[in-house]
């Protein structure tokens, strides 16, 4: 499977006359954009050629999926009010876009020097993110919007799958239910983590669907997540950063800077 024959497969299964249908070549990227509001969702082409040749045909039936539901979802005009258990928090890079298409303000925090907190609305088989001009419609206000993210947040089940790998306790979190990654805003969850941890508690969120835990006892187990954290973040449906980080005092720092701080011998 190449990226090529990727892209012509989409084209032909999201192919309806409502929407367009943009390919970027520089970035490898698909787009399919409701006609009329502009409003759309970016398919990363290497990161789903990567799932083909694990999953095949149910890949791209579950992309085709995912896209009807979403467009649909997005053309719907979406309310706030009485859906205050549905709000939920969402890690995205830096360099995720902070403006609607149609430039509407995204709600959104700073998180690290990697990564920003948006806020979503969860609708079942999708979400949308939640924008400053749907607040004055209801009488809301952004903070409301935050509170509710995070007591719905912690409210999320955190199962972990537990690997040892030379000598490094691996743990991962993998619900794929849109909010793995947005559990590294957990607190409680880091703090018992980190507790446990026999060496340094290391971090990593390399897309959406995936939270990376790692209780570094030699340096072998920094060498295993970086790899690790790299494969994931290519193979994402929505990266986030191959970067991890390190998890002391409260704080996540990430291991490349670390790294350049450390004295040499």
């Given amino acids: 499977m190449t990226n090529s024959k990727m892209k012509r497969m989409l084209e032909e299964k999201l192919t309806r006359p409502e929407w367009d249908i943009t390919y970027n070549k520089d970035e490898e990227k698909l787009r399919i954009e409701e006609k009329e509001t502009k409003k759309g969702i970016t398919l990363s082409l290497n990161g789903l050629v990567s799932k083909w040749h694990e999953r095949k045909e149910s890949i791209i039936n579950e992309v085709v999926?995912?896209?009807?539901e979403a467009l649909t979802v997005m053309t719907d005009e979406q309310k706030l009010s009485g859906k205050e258990k549905a709000i939920?928090?969402?890690i995205r890079?830096?360099?995720?876009?902070?403006?609607t298409k149609q430039g509407e303000k995204l709600i959104y925090d700073d998180h690290t020097a990697e990564t920003r907190i948006f806020y979503a609305l969860d609708l079942g088989k999708s979400y949308r993110l939640i924008d400053e001009g749907m607040l004055p419609k209801e009488g809301w206000h952004a903070e409301k919007i935050k509170e509710a993210a995070r007591f719905n947040l912690r409210s999320l089940e955190?199962?972990?799958?537990?690997?040892e790998v030379a000598g490094n306790t691996f743990y991962f979190l993998n619900s794929n239910d849109g909010y793995d990654a947005s559990r590294i805003l957990n607190q409680t969850l880091l703090q018992k983590m980190a507790k446990e941890a026999k060496g340094k508690l290391a971090v990593a969120v390399p897309h959406q669907d995936v939270l990376i835990f790692v209780d570094v006892q030699n340096d072998v187990g920094y060498d295993i997540l970086a790899q690790m954290a790299m494969k994931f973040f290519a193979e994402g449906r929505v990266p986030i950063t191959a970067l991890s980080f390190l998890y002391e005092d409260g704080e996540l720092e990430p291991i490349f800077i670390l790294a350049k701080n450390k004295p040499k011998k």
């Fill in 158 to 163: 955190h199962t972990l799958k537990k690997d």
């Fill in 65 to 68: 999926e995912y896209v009807e």
């Fill in 93 to 99: 890079s830096t360099s995720f876009p902070s403006e």
């Fill in 88 to 90: 939920f928090p969402v």
